[in-house]
């Protein structure tokens, strides 16, 4: 990871820290990310030289004003004004881990072959965070090729469920036993 990127990420922690809303500004950082995420041309937009800082920091004074923490949004246009909002998804994904750490929290991705409603997720967080011994909250993933069951990777660790793992473990041991 950037070392700038961590710098930023490790100011914005310490402040949600010393005012005790680690919380509110991991889900604020994360709405940030989900909008970066859903055009990656919103960051060319602010990292671009002809474009002034006061034009950057009003759009996002209209975007976020009213839907996250006023510190949060004067970090994000520390960012634009010290030209370091290129780095935004990279401090993001920093603060993120940060958070997690702290509030004990590890992500992992859900692989499955159709959209899991929102319940059925939940389920499937409070499982395996019974079987880590942790909150885990998961990202789905839509794999088609998993054709049924799901499949669950935290790290390095690998649940796998689906009729695909099934069918090539069968298919192995028919193979061995010719």
């Given at each position: 990871?950037d070392?700038?990127a961590?710098r930023y990420?490790?100011?914005?922690?310490a402040?949600?820290?010393?005012e005790?809303a680690?919380?509110?500004?991991?889900d604020?950082?994360k709405?940030?990310?989900?909008v970066?995420?859903?055009?990656?041309?919103?960051?060319?937009?602010?990292?671009?030289?002809?474009?002034?800082?006061?034009?950057?920091?009003?759009?996002?004074?209209d975007?976020?004003s009213?839907s996250?923490?006023?510190?949060v949004l004067?970090?994000?246009?520390?960012?634009?004004?010290?030209r370091?909002?290129?780095?935004?998804?990279?401090?993001v994904?920093?603060?993120?881990?940060?958070?997690?750490?702290k509030?004990?929290?590890?992500?992992?991705?859900?692989?499955?072959?159709?959209?899991?409603?929102?319940?059925?997720?939940k389920?499937?967080?409070?499982?395996?965070?019974?079987?880590?011994?942790?909150t885990?909250?998961?990202?789905q993933?839509?794999?088609e090729?998993?054709?049924?069951?799901?499949?669950v990777?935290i790290?390095?660790?690998?649940?796998?469920?689906?009729?695909?793992?099934k069918?090539?473990?069968?298919?192995?041991?028919?193979?061995?036993?010719?």
């Amino acid at each position: 990871m950037d070392t700038v990127a961590e710098r930023y990420a490790e100011s914005l922690f310490a402040l949600a820290s010393e005012e005790d809303a680690i919380s509110s500004y991991l889900d604020d950082m994360k709405l940030v990310d989900e909008v970066l995420e859903s055009d990656p041309k919103i960051v060319q937009f602010f990292s671009h030289v002809l474009i002034s800082d006061e034009d950057k920091c009003k759009l996002l004074d209209d975007s976020f004003s009213s839907s996250i923490n006023k510190y949060v949004l004067n970090f994000l246009k520390l960012l634009v004004k010290k030209r370091r909002i290129r780095y935004i998804r990279d401090i993001v994904k920093s603060f993120i881990g940060l958070c997690n750490k702290k509030l004990g929290i590890e992500e992992g991705l859900v692989y499955t072959p159709y959209a899991l409603s929102d319940e059925q997720l939940k389920d499937v967080e409070k499982a395996m965070s019974e079987k880590e011994n942790k909150t885990i909250v998961l990202r789905q993933i839509i794999d088609e090729s998993l054709i049924g069951g799901i499949k669950v990777q935290i790290n390095t660790r690998v649940y796998d469920d689906s009729i695909k793992n099934k069918v090539e473990k069968l298919r192995s041991k028919l193979l061995e036993s010719r």
